[in-house]
């Protein structure tokens, strides 16, 4: 077999095992799922290019990514899911360099506190994908909605920040 052949054909196979590879999990509080919490299903099942797909209802905990690159979405938008942090830390924290693959989609995201910055979601050294959330009720000393805060209507990770009666919605823009 020629070198190029053989290089085309593992590439080919190369491409294949990692689409094959990712994987669809249900997260539900009812138990009808894979998970019963969002946090299990990112920390202990999923390898990149998996989704998490969250069912309706209130999750009471904080979601470190992790620095994965996996789509954690709700199956019914941010009316119908909620994350809660407790008061305890950021609800969500993307630190540990993730890409715009890591993708958090359709949350509300409520009861945050950061320790100096970001109570709802706290993104240091990462580019996350953070679509059609609502962020609700969070504090910290600098940015109680997210880090880095924003500066303009539109911030540098490309996310509309929609200010609305004390509630920030997030919506992702596409860039040209």
């Known amino acids: ?26 997260v539900d509080p009812g138990g009808g799922g894979d998970f019963l ?3 299990s299903c990112s920390s202990s099942a999923v390898v990149q290019g998996d989704t998490c797909v969250v069912e309706p209802g209130e999750y009471l905990e904080n979601l470190d990514f ?13 009316a119908a899911t909620t994350i809660d942090g407790n008061q305890v830390d950021s609800v969500v924290r993307f630190e ?26 706290f993104c240091e050294n990462a580019s996350p994908t953070v679509t059609n959330c609502i962020l609700r009720d969070n504090a910290s000393e600098n940015g109680g909605g997210m880090i880095p805060p924003p500066d303009e209507l539109v911030n540098s990770m490309g996310i509309l920040l929609i200010p609305l ?12």
């Open 165 to 176: 009666a004390g509630l920030l919605l997030l919506r992702r823009l596409k860039r040209t």
């Open 96 to 121: 540990s360099g993730e890409t715009s693959g890591a993708v958090l989609d359709g949350f509300m995201i409520r009861n945050g506190v950061g320790t100096p910055y970001g109570g709802g979601i």
């Open 37 to 39: 919490s969002i946090q």
């Open 1 to 26: 077999m020629k070198p190029a052949t053989l290089m085309t054909a593992f590439l080919f196979f190369s491409l294949f095992a990692t689409v094959a590879s990712a994987a669809t999990w249900i």
């Open 66 to 78: 992790q620095g994965k690159n996996i789509a954690v979405r709700s199956s019914s938008g941010p």
